[in-house]
Nanobody
Framework: QVQLVESGGGSVQPGGSLRLSCTVTGVTYRPDFMAWFRQAPGRERRGVAHITTGDGDTYYAGSVEGRFTISEDNAENTVYLQMNRLTPEDTAMYYC??????????????????WGQGTQVTVSS
C-alpha cells in the first residue's frame, strides 16, 4: 500500500525557515511526479511546488518562487520542501502528493493519486 508520510511542519516567526519532508513507502518504483500543495482554512487546495523525479525539473507557484525549493533524495524515496523567508500568508496545511504516468497537470489535485496526511505550517509573530 502506497503511503506518503510528511514531517517538518511547525510554528515559526515571519522571516523564518522550515523544511518539510515527504517519504514514499509501499512502492517498488519511484513516482514520476511529486508536488507540494497547501490549503488554508476556507480556501481551496493550491499547488506550490512540483518536481519531475526522472529529470529533477522543478516548477513553483509565483507566490513562493525564490523562497521555496523542492528537492528529492531518490535513495530515500523522499521529497523535501525548503521554505525560507516565510510570511503569515504561508500559513496553511501542507500536503505532499505523488502521481504516476507520463504527464500530469502540475497543480491539478485530481491528477495525483496519492496524498500525505498533511502537516501544519503556522507563521506568526
Amino acid at each position: 500500500q502506497v503511503q506518503l508520510v510528511e514531517s517538518g511542519g511547525g510554528s515559526v516567526q515571519p522571516g523564518g525557515s522550515l523544511r518539510l519532508s515527504c517519504t514514499v513507502t509501499g512502492v517498488t518504483y519511484r513516482p514520476d511526479f511529486m508536488a507540494w500543495f497547501r490549503q488554508a482554512p476556507g480556501r481551496e487546495r493550491r499547488g506550490v511546488a512540483h518536481i519531475t523525479t526522472g529529470d529533477g525539473d522543478t516548477y513553483y507557484a509565483g507566490s513562493v518562487e525564490g523562497r521555496f525549493t523542492i528537492s528529492e533524495d531518490n535513495a530515500e524515496n523522499t521529497v523535501y520542501l525548503q521554505m525560507n523567508r516565510l510570511t503569515p500568508e504561508d500559513t496553511a496545511m501542507y500536503y505532499c502528493a505523488a502521481a504516476l504516468g507520463t504527464s500530469v497537470r502540475r497543480f491539478y489535485p485530481p491528477d495525483y493519486a496519492y496524498w500525505g496526511q498533511g502537516t501544519q505550517v503556522t507563521v506568526s509573530s
